[in-house]
Every structure is written in C-alpha cells, then in structure tokens.
C-alpha cells in the first residue's frame, strides 16, 4: 500500500517544519524515509539563501543563494534574488531522491519542496517524476501559486493539505497517522 500525500500552502507558512516533525516521527516509528529538504539560510537576521540536504546520507549543500560564492553553474539561473546552484541541486537534491528510489523494502520519499527553485533542474524533475511513477510512497510539498506541470500533476494524483497558520500543528498528526500504517 502506498500513500502520496501533498502539502502546500504561503511561503514561510511552515511546510518544511511540518515535514521535519513528520520525519522525526516516522522514524521513531521504525519507519524509512528518504530524500530531500531544504532550509533557509540566514546571515545577520536575514534570509540569503536555501541549503538542501539528503535526508539519508545528511549530505548538505546550497540549493540558492544572493551572493554567488558557492560553486556556480552556467549560465547563471536566477529566481527573484537568488542565484540557483544547479550543480547541489543535481547531485545532492536530485540523487537523494534517486538514491531513496532504490531503497529496498517501505520507505517514504520525502521531496521538500517542488517549487520555482528546485524546478530549474531537468535532473531534478525526471527524479521526482520517477519517484511518482514507483510504487514508492511520498510526502511532498509544492508552491501553493505554482502552475508547472509537475505540481499540477502532485495537486491532481496526491492527498493534498493546505497548511494555515490555524490548521498547522493538527496537519502533522494527520500526515503521521495516513503514513502510520507503513510501520513494520
């Protein structure tokens, strides 16, 4: 059996916190996970940047930033301020995903989040597309505005929530307890 659940909902509403207190718990549980998330990276108070981590192998790196010291791709790929680094995308953010597809046995792919950013890579997207096509559950999160066809398509195939600042921390248990059954 597998569940595909999806959340959205406004920027900064708290989906990557919810999905961090979903994996913390389900794996208490027992219960595998994989993939990736992001983070805000802030310097002096402010928001500059998004890292990216494999859930499994806690492998970090920088999804996008304002200032352009990490390793860059070209040609430059920018989003609103931010300057997409393609090249952690690719091998850190879509591999984790890649890499929980093998996963022998349940596991619950965790993609945080498909949104403008993360959808500059064709790498990235054949990932997800290909974790959608297994048999493989999933715990995404989409931006809530976003009209690109991958997002569409989780909006269409996927039990979605849309987080608010009322419903969130009831969200968390209801996304635990659709993937409770999962426990071995």
Same mark, same amino acid.
């Given at each position: 059996?597998?569940?595909?659940? &999806? ?8 989906? #990557?916190?919810?999905?961090? $207190? ?7 549980? /027992?219960?595998?996970?994989? &993939? ?7 310097? &002096? /108070? ?10 499994? %192998?806690?492998?970090? &790196? ?20 931010? %300057? ?9 953010? $879509?591999? #984790? ?7 022998? /046995? ?27 096509? #297994? ?5 995404? #999160? ?21 987080? %608010? ?17 999962? $426990?071995?």
């Amino acid at each position: 059996m597998r569940f595909r659940i &999806g959340i959205t909902g406004k920027p900064r509403i708290g989906k #990557s916190t919810i999905i961090k $207190a979903v994996i913390r718990r389900l794996k208490a549980e /027992g219960i595998a996970v994989g &993939g990736m998330l992001t983070s805000d990276i802030h310097e &002096g /108070g402010v928001r500059v940047g998004f890292s990216l981590e494999d859930i499994n %192998t806690g492998e970090k &790196g920088i999804l996008a930033h304002t200032h352009v010291h990490h390793r860059q791709t070209s040609p430059k790929v920018k989003v609103g301020k931010y %300057t997409v680094n393609l090249v952690d995308l690719d091998s850190i953010g $879509a591999n #984790s995903i890649k890499n929980a597809l093998t996963q022998p /046995g349940p596991i619950i792919i965790i993609v945080d989040e498909i949104g403008p950013m993360e959808l500059k890579s064709k790498r990235f997207i054949e990932a997800v597309e290909e974790a959608i096509e #297994s048999d493989k559950s999933m715990l995404v #999160s989409v931006h809530q505005r976003s009209e690109h066809e991958l997002v569409r398509r989780v909006k269409k195939e996927f039990e979605m929530f849309e987080v %608010t600042q009322e419903n969130r921390d009831e969200i968390t248990n209801r996304v635990i307890q659709r993937f409770g059954g999962l $426990a071995v």
